[in-house]
T-cell receptor, first 116, second 109 residues
Framework: GAVVSQHPSRVICKSGTSVKIECRSLDFQATTMFWYRQFPKKSLMLMATSNEGSKATYEQGVEKDKFLINHASLTLSTLTVTSAHPEDSSFYIC????????????FGPGTRLLVL | GQNIDQPTEMTATEGAIVQINCTYQTSGFNGLFWYQQHAGEAPTFLSYNVLDGLEEKGRFSSFLSRSKGYSYLLLKELQMKDSASYLCAPMDSNYQLIWGAGTKLIIKP
């Protein structure tokens, strides 16, 4: 399958700081990238969908000013958690998909964020 | 509304066979994916079905019946490393994957 990397894998930060997470598709062009968060033993929650060169589409209840998403190229998308608070602590996972909408989403390894 | 129904947890024995069932209701349908997720890790792709029938891939097979809104994942010759959650994710008319909480599979020696 296709390879998606995510960096960093783990981050601990102080409350009020911003954290940037990178998601890269290593061996294919990711027309669409998705950002999810997952709490322990819960299902994946889609936060936003981004298409290369366009503004991200956020799911209901997700603050776009707090979770800034950039998808500037076909291989890179970034999620910035601005002014992070302890309740933002979670497992953030990106996935990437090629040009066709029914193509498989391949997931990055995830980023575990802990806000103190 | 859209929903997925899978057993919360299943237990099976190493070397045996297990079938994980999934029923779903979606607005439109563009296929169904199965993913495996080990604890603390991201999901990994297992299979995709868009037509009715059985797709076999090594020890894993996936079945789909669109008219019944039903799929199953069949795991043969179970190994300890198969202990994980298995996520059934149908794709709706907007090509969005619908996620449930998955089935936690516990393999015992």
């Amino acid at each position: 399958g296709a390879v998606v990397s995510q960096h960093p894998s783990r981050v601990i930060c102080k409350s009020g700081t911003s954290v940037k997470i990178e998601c890269r598709s290593l061996d294919f062009q990711a027309t669409t990238m998705f950002w999810y968060r997952q709490f322990p033993k819960k299902s994946l929650m889609l936060m936003a969908t981004s298409n290369e060169g366009s503004k991200a589409t956020y799911e209901q209840g997700v603050e776009k000013d707090k979770f800034l998403i950039n998808h500037a190229s076909l291989t890179l998308s970034t999620l910035t958690v601005t002014s992070a608070h302890p309740e933002d602590s979670s497992f953030y996972i990106c996935s990437a998909r090629g040009k066709a909408a029914q193509e498989t989403q391949y997931f990055g390894p995830g980023t575990r964020l802990l806000v103190l | 509304g859209q929903n997925i129904d899978q057993p919360t947890e299943m237990t099976a024995t190493e070397g045996a066979i297990v079938q994980i069932n999934c029923t779903y209701q979606t607005s439109g349908f563009n296929g169904l994916f199965w993913y495996q997720q080990h604890a603390g890790e991201a999901p990994t792709f297992l299979s995709y079905n868009v037509l009715d029938g059985l797709e076999e891939k090594g020890r894993f097979s996936s079945f789909l019946s669109r008219s019944k809104g039903y799929s199953y994942l069949l795991l043969k010759e179970l190994q300890m490393k198969d202990s994980a959650s298995y996520l059934c994710a149908p794709m709706d008319s907007n090509y969005q994957l619908i996620w449930g909480a998955g089935t936690k599979l516990i393999i015992k020696p």
